[in-house]
C-alpha cells in the first residue's frame, strides 16, 4: 500500500480531475466541483449540500441538539420560531423542509412545519397538527437548501 501525503494538488490546465483507477470521482473547475455518485451520475458539491440545518428542543426554553451554519433560534410564541443563518443566503428562493415529533402516551407523533417568513438571513416556521393548530414540538428539525451569497 502507498501513501500520498501533499499540501496542494495542482492540474495542468484550469480544469482537473481526480481519477481512482479507471473511474474519474471528482472534477474541478472555476469554483466548482462535482463529485461521481451512484453509476455515472455526477453532484454538484456546492449546488448539492445543506446550506443550513438545525435540530432542537421547540418545548419550554428551546435549545439547539445540533446544527450547521445556524447562528440561533428565537421562540415567537406557541409553535412560533425563527432560526438565523450564521451565512446568509444569496436569495429568498431557497427550499426549506422540516419535521417535528411530539410525544402521545408511548406513540411518537409527526407534524408538518411551514415557512411562514422568508429572509436571506432567516426562516420563520410555525410546527402544528393536521388541524393547522399551532404547537411547540420535542424535536424540530429544519434542513436548508440553496445559495450561499
Not at 109 to 134: E, K, L, P
Amino acid at each position: 500500500m502507498s501513501t500520498v501525503i501533499l499540501d496542494t494538488i495542482t492540474g495542468k490546465s484550469t480544469a482537473t480531475t481526480i481519477t481512482i483507477g479507471s473511474t474519474p470521482v471528482v472534477s474541478a473547475s472555476a469554483n466548482s466541483m462535482t463529485i461521481r455518485g451512484e453509476g455515472t451520475a455526477q453532484t454538484s458539491i456546492q449546488q448539492g449540500l445543506a446550506k443550513a440545518w438545525i435540530n432542537f428542543n421547540g418545548i419550554g426554553t428551546i435549545a439547539s441538539r445540533d446544527s450547521f451554519n445556524v447562528s440561533g433560534i428565537t421562540d415567537n410564541g406557541t409553535g412560533d420560531y425563527t432560526t438565523s443563518f450564521s451565512n446568509n443566503l444569496s436569495n429568498d428562493d431557497y427550499c426549506a423542509t422540516g419535521m417535528c415529533t411530539f410525544q402521545e402516551g408511548s406513540t411518537p407523533r409527526y407534524r408538518i412545519i411551514s415557512g411562514y417568513v422568508w429572509a436571506t438571513s432567516s426562516i420563520r416556521v410555525i410546527t402544528g397538527y393536521t388541524d393547522t393548530t399551532a404547537a411547540d414540538h420535542v424535536v424540530v428539525g429544519i434542513n436548508i437548501a440553496g445559495d450561499l451569497a
